[in-house]
């Protein structure tokens, strides 16, 4: 049986903002086996300077990456999208083991297959380090609540 994840392509701009939004909630459960499934077993990825290939890297990456970005919380906002690819903008908060707090702003390229699986994710990412007062991301961790703000309603 082959797996799918709809929304599949072609995109209308209410299915790519749908994509959008189960990404971010994905990524809030900080659960990278859950998280890999939104991706072909081959996908192909550049974090950063980072470059992985397939579900078992993935998830060794999300695995790492949660054990060092404490409370972590996200934000993505669509920005564009065509038949079968998306941009979005993103930020997310997260600390460090001493407490020091960040905030990382980014983009993402999206491809999808016809499964509507993310065969492609490249991603360009900066931190900035920010004060605990400064922190604008303060939900229960967890899927962001859809009444609170969005990057755009935050000045993000």
């Given at each position: 049986m082959s797996e799918s994840r709809p929304p599949l392509p072609p995109f209308t701009?209410?299915?790519?903002?749908?994509?959008?939004?189960?990404?971010?909630?994905?990524?809030?459960?900080?659960d990278p086996a859950r998280v890999s499934l939104a991706y072909s077993q081959d996908s192909?990825?550049?974090?950063?300077?980072e470059f992985?290939?397939?579900?078992?890297?993935?998830?060794?990456?999300?695995?790492?990456?949660?054990?060092?970005?404490?409370?972590?919380?996200?934000?993505?906002?669509?920005?564009?999208?065509?038949?079968?690819?998306?941009?979005?903008?993103?930020?997310?908060?997260?600390r460090d083991e001493a407490d020091n707090w960040f905030r990382a702003y980014g983009n993402e390229n999206w491809e999808f297959g016809e499964d509507g699986l993310m065969r492609r994710r490249l991603a360009s990412i900066n931190d900035l380090p920010i004060a605990a007062a400064d922190r604008l991301f303060h939900w229960p961790l967890g899927a962001r609540p859809a009444d609170?703000?969005?990057?755009?309603?935050?000045?993000l």
């Open positions: 701009f209410e299915t790519a903002a749908q994509k959008v939004r189960m990404a971010e909630d994905g990524w809030n459960s900080r192909v990825w550049r974090n950063r300077a992985l290939a397939g579900r078992p890297a993935i998830v060794e990456f999300l695995s790492h990456k949660w054990a060092r970005e404490l409370d972590y919380r996200l934000i993505k906002e669509l920005w564009a999208f065509t038949d079968n690819r998306i941009a979005v903008r993103f930020a997310y908060e997260w609170h703000p969005g990057l755009s309603e935050l000045g």
